[in-house]
Nanobody, 123 residues
Framework: VQLQAFGGGLVQAGGSLRLSCAAS????????MGWFRQAPGKEREFVAS????????YYADSVKGRFTISRDNTKNTVYLQMNSLKPDDTAVYYC?????????????????WGQGTQVTVSS
């Protein structure tokens, strides 16, 4: 499945952004979707994931309560609403797709990746 992420930008601390990731696959609803991020000089890390139907979500502790992952299977799109942004949230954000059900947060379980969108939070 081909993925395209967009919606990044520059925002002040405390602000909000919504990322979107559009999938080309018509069977989008059969994929678990995830968001990851990679800050400068750091390894890529898990941010959030959502099950096929959207009923189950997982979050990294660092974003829990501030970020919300959701999906619209009629539009083949997954979203990441980011509120109360902090400078530590500055990173390139990637969406990813997994074609089997799992609670794993390991990026190796996600076979398809988008190109990434830059999020910069100024203090």
């Amino acid at each position: 499945v081909q993925l395209q992420a967009f919606g990044g930008g520059l925002v002040q601390a405390g602000g909000s952004l919504r990322l979107s990731c559009a999938a080309s696959e018509p069977t989008f609803s059969s994929y678990v979707m995830g968001w990851f991020r990679q800050a400068p000089g750091k390894e890529r890390e898990f941010v959030a994931s959502i099950s096929w139907g959207g009923g189950t979500t997982y979050y990294a502790d660092s974003v829990k309560g501030r970020f919300t992952i959701s999906r619209d299977n009629t539009k083949n799109t997954v979203y990441l609403q980011m509120n109360s942004l902090k400078p530590d949230d500055t990173a390139v954000y990637y969406c990813a797709a997994r074609n089997f059900p799992s609670a794993s947060r390991a990026e190796t379980t996600f076979a398809s990746w988008g190109q990434g969108t830059q999020v910069t939070v100024s203090s």
